[in-house]
């Protein structure tokens, strides 16, 4: 049996054969090495148990052992047969294999060939276990994949996806880069715990800060909508003639996310007037995601908010949504809301514990320097996570169109 991809490169026309996987690349199933031996030395033999044991396609080195039972070499293919079962990537280490992974001996088109499977989900659907899913060596032997007879087809390939791997590498580096940044200057830009006056200051700002309670300040709270008047499946509208109505979900990276929301009737909106959004509004996950936030900037306005949520609505007389919203998200914001939630099954952060939060204070030029800065900075980590998710939709495409 032969197929052939929907694009080839030029002067490429050789038939693609059906091949079990076995017979391409030589398969070496993972041992475990008995526990007791284990080590943090890295002077020691580095061990690959699982998907934990890689990241971005590559073997992170994490445990190590003293005792050698199957091993892989440098340049070999490694993937997870157990729990979460087909995540696959390169091991610039010789290694150990422990149970829960399998050394593949194969080249650039392989590991993109096993890339793919792991894409659409083909080891989900031979993979045994109800509560925690494996594959054995038959699984992975008799895997059936489709071939380029001609060598130099495979070889085309597999540089061009190596390619589009090392710009999403990139991007990610980047994009880590300045997600790191910004926890920095989150840390030097706000004061610390017990200090009056941040580390780092914009030019010709000083005095000191206040500590001040959200429920000390003019702060507007109020929860979602709920109760009798919580929206139904007759009150369901959708994005063409709705309102987004958000929920936990809708709320990453600290900004407002309609993408993937549910809409309610114009109708239904203007009966649940305790949600509405307002311009500059911070919107918490009071319940589910807890802790999550989002800024309303000008797109926002008018959206509304689900039980899960609530408002905090800041006097500009006294704080900017967008400065307060930059130190809850900092490190001491978001230890400040975690140790406020109460519940144990349900974990929920009311508004009277919202008002117990401390929050730094200065003056309205010095807050509006400083949410023009995140602001800015925001944007360039938008910006950058938009480059990196539409490189890999773009490279899942080529996926399926490329390979069989």
Request: hydrophobic share 35%.
């Amino acid at each position: 049996m032969t197929n052939t991809p929907q694009i080839r490169f030029k002067g490429n026309s050789h038939a693609w054969e059906q091949r079990k996987l076995g017979e391409v690349a030589e398969i070496i199933m993972g041992q475990s090495p008995d526990s007791k031996n284990y080590t943090n030395n890295p002077d020691d033999y580095i061990l690959v148990q699982g998907n934990a044991d890689m990241k971005n396609g590559k073997v992170v080195p994490r445990v190590w052992t003293t005792q050698i039972t199957k091993t892989a070499n440098k340049g070999d293919l490694i993937l997870s047969v157990r729990a979460p079962v087909g995540d696959v990537g390169k091991t610039d280490y010789d290694v150990v294999l422990g149970r829960g992974v399998a050394a593949v001996k194969g080249n650039e088109f392989v590991f993109q060939t096993l890339t793919k499977m792991k894409m659409f989900g083909f080891w989900e659907k031979v993979s045994s276990g109800s509560t925690f899913e494996s594959i054995n060596s038959s699984d992975v032997k008799d895997a059936i994949i489709f071939v380029p007879t001609d060598i130099d087809e495979q070889t085309r390939i597999g540089t061009f996806f190596r390619t589009f791997d090392n710009t999403i590498a990139l991007y990610k580096r980047k994009l880590d880069g300045l997600r790191k940044l910004k926890k920095a200057y989150l840390q030097r830009m706000f004061p610390q715990t017990g200090e009056s006056v941040p580390r780092l200051r914009f030019a010709g700002l000083e005095g000191e800060w206040v500590s001040r309670k959200l429920g000390e300040t003019a702060t507007y709270f109020t929860d979602g909508n709920y109760g009798e008047s919580y929206p139904t499946a007759k009150d369901m509208a959708t994005a063409v003639d709705g309102v987004p109505f958000l929920r936990g979900s809708d709320l990453k990276n600290g900004r407002l996310d309609s993408k993937k929301a549910t809409y309610i009737s114009k109708k239904t909106h203007a009966e649940l007037t305790s949600g509405h959004i307002e311009y500059d509004d911070i919107v918490i996950a009071v319940r589910g995601s807890l802790g999550a936030l989002g800024y309303a900037d000008a797109n926002c306005v008018g959206w509304n908010i689900n039980s899960q949520l609530a408002i905090l609505r800041t006097d500009k007389a006294e704080i900017f949504g967008h400065f307060l919203i930059q130190f809850l998200l900092g490190t001491q914001g978001q230890r400040e809301l975690e140790s406020r939630a109460t519940g144990t099954a349900l974990k929920q952060l009311p508004i009277k514990q919202l008002k117990d939060v401390p929050v730094p204070l200065t003056t309205l030029p010095e807050q509006t320097a400083i949410g023009e800065f995140f602001r800015s900075l925001d944007n360039q980590i938008a910006t950058q996570a938009e480059k990196l998710k539409q490189a890999k939709r773009l490279k899942s495409a080529y996926l399926q169109k490329m390979l069989v």
